[in-house]
């Protein structure tokens, strides 16, 4: 496709030469443009499709990097990368060794905060115009919140110090009524009332009518004293924030003035503006939820290559059919029903059912409450999320013994999302939790069985799957809280794993024909040290693969037991975005990276 005004922006300057009606141009252009190129590689289409006006209205009234921008959460940057210089690299999105799908500090000047977590931005800004004060930098620190994070505690907490202190302080609320999933709350409901109040409307409008044009300073006052009548005091104006809003994020003429009159108030100041996530095609703005996070797509029908059931599904299929024989559980997900694979789950059984927004360390608490009244809680969470809740983990939860169960999504390396998503570092921090006992599943039959087994369990129990689909080993029904034997050849060598890597170990053994016995390490934690003694005993050798950083892992408790273990595991550091295969073979936890490392043993 053509985009003749795009081909000529190349940075946030260019914009500055155009008028209003070539932005309008300009935005269409750009909403084409992420279609074409988001269909073909994937990425974060709903969010970014919903942001393309507020994005070039912030970067034609601001001065990019001078002023700062930092988007919470960067899922909704597409444009301000666009805009800063990236639109050609474009088609790596996401890919190893490309574009990242977040906000990255060494992949621009313009990129100031990276992030890939929900409610940063306003404590950063904090921290941005705290130091600017110290150096009498009078530039503007912006944090454009979305998608609902404004829901996340540490966005309150942000509020809290913004009221008093920092000037040149702009926080935009973009208000889509959505995070992943529909938002919810008693925020969501405030804004939801704060944007629709018919009293305030129709006395607006009443006041725009009656005074002349020449009042428009004493309109401004009266409106804000008309507001406060009608409506209670506005949450951003108790924090110590002035606020302004609801206007629509759509209208690129309307955010160009308002952000214009906006950058000469001193701050903090909250502009509250309502867009339309999905804008610009159809099937997205109907189904928001579904288009958030995407793979290639046809834009046509919308429809990608035929899904296959994934270990999501499978948690959420299983979990329901546990929750309609047993009303005690209740599944629990912050803001993630889609991608955790409980849409069908809230949708036949609401009342067993909770979304507590972006808010994880409040989805374990309220889980601890709960398992203390007699409720069996299920919480489904990715584990770049649960990072997020360590505290509550250990304070709340193992501490008391709750009989807590969580579902650790996104387990190991999750591929495109990168850094800041990799699922590699659980395992470090579950190891240090008394009391926690820590399960993974090899295929789809023995998730169901954990499932099930962890109903029945009196203290918290962690059972962490990879992003997959779902696949079978056998049909295996021993105690899931002993090593499984998988294949016994009357080897000298032992290779044991667990998760997607026993997988690949058994594809790496029966695909080279080695000779090496295999054992399913299913409990990761607490090891039963005395029964891996006996395993041991019978062989020369042993090896240990395992799909997470060294420090705190499985591989190295087995290996501070046992110095003769042979470990391989993920490097101690953050691992770059690339697909989960290309990762596992840079990394040599691939099915041949394994049978190399058990070649190399068995040759000594």
């Known amino acids: 496709m053509n985009y003749p005004l795009l081909e000529t922006v190349n940075s946030p300057a260019d914009l500055k030469r155009l008028n209003v009606a070539q932005l309008e141009r300009l935005a269409v252009e750009i909403r084409s443009f992420l279609l074409e190129s988001i269909s073909k590689t994937g990425g974060h289409l709903s969010a970014n499709l919903g942001s393309v006006e507020l994005t070039l209205a ?7 990097p001078k002023d700062q921008f930092l988007f919470d959460v960067g899922h909704q940057a597409y444009t301000h990368k666009i805009l800063t210089g990236r639109k050609e690299a474009f088609s790596s999105l996401r890919k190893f060794q490309g574009l990242s799908g977040f906000l990255k500090r060494r992949e621009s000047e313009h990129d100031i905060y990276g992030a890939g977590h929900a409610s940063t931005a306003i404590s950063a800004a904090f921290g941005f115009a705290y130091a600017k004060a110290k150096t009498k930098d009078s530039s503007h620190t912006i944090a454009i919140v979305g998608d609902g994070a404004l829901g996340g505690g540490l966005a309150f907490e942000g509020l809290n110090l913004l009221g008093v202190h920092p000037k040149n302080v702009l926080i935009i609320v973009n208000d889509n009524s959505m995070s ?8 969501s409901k405030t804004l939801h009332h704060l944007r629709t109040s018919r009293s305030y409307k129709e006395m607006k409008g009443r006041l725009h009518r009656i005074l002349p044009g020449k009042a428009a300073h004493s309109l401004s006052k009266l409106k804000t004293r008309v507001r406060h ?11 110590g924030a002035s606020y302004y809003g609801p206007i629509d994020g759509h209208d690129l003429h309307g955010l160009i003035l308002n952000l214009k009159k906006l950058k000469d108030v001193e701050g903090p100041v909250v502009l509250h503006i309502q867009t339309q996530k999905g804008k610009g095609y159809e099937k997205a703005s109907d189904h928001p939820d579904a288009y958030h996070g995407v793979g290639s797509f046809c834009l046509d029908d919308g429809l990608s290559a035929s899904p296959t059931e994934d270990f999501s599904a499978v948690m959420g299929n299983k979990l329901l059919e546990l929750a309609k024989a047993d009303h005690r559980i209740v599944a629990i997900t912050a803001a993630m029903a889609q991608g955790t694979g409980l849409a069908n789950f809230e949708r036949e059984l609401p009342e067993q059912f909770l979304d507590v927004g972006i808010a994880e360390a409040n989805a374990l608490t309220v889980a601890a409450g709960m398992s203390l009244q007699g409720i069996k809680p299920y919480i489904a969470i990715y584990s770049t999320f649960l990072q997020r809740a360590y505290d509550i983990l250990l304070h709340d939860i193992a501490l008391q013994q709750c009989p807590v169960v969580l579902c650790i999504d996104r387990s190991g390396l999750v591929g495109a999302d990168g850094e800041t998503h990799q699922g590699i570092y659980d395992v470090a921090l579950l190891s240090s939790v008394p009391g926690l006992r820590v399960l993974a599943p090899k295929d789809k039959p023995e998730l169901e069985r954990m499932l099930e087994w962890a109903r029945h369990a009196d203290g918290p129990v962690a059972i962490r799957y990879p992003r997959d689909s779902a696949w ?22 032992l290779a044991l794993a667990y998760g997607r890597t026993l997988k690949l170990l058994l594809d790496a053994v029966e695909g080279e024909d080695l000779p090496v016995d295999i054992a399913n390490l299913r409990c990761i934690l607490p090891l039963n040290l005395e029964e891996l003694k006996e395993l041991f005993r019978r062989y020369k050798r042993v090896s240990f693969f395992e799909e997470v950083v060294y420090n705190g892992s499985t591989a190295q408790k087995l290996k501070a037991a046992f110095p003769e273990v042979e470990v391989k595991t993920l490097p101690d550091a953050f691992i770059e975005q690339g697909s989960i295969p290309e990762l596992l073979k840079k990394y040599a936890l691939d099915a041949e990276g394994i049978a190399d490392v058990l070649r190399k043993d068995s040759s000594r």
């Open 58 to 64: 912030l970067h034609y009234v601001f001065d990019s």
């Open 180 to 187: 992943i999933s529909p938002n919810v709350g008693a925020l």
């Open 229 to 239: 009548f009608l409506l209670p005091t506005t949450f951003f104006e108790s924090m």
């Open 472 to 493: 079978t080993i056998n049909d295996d029904n021993t105690d899931l809280t002993k090593v499984e034997m998988i294949r016994e050849k009357n080897s000298d060598h």
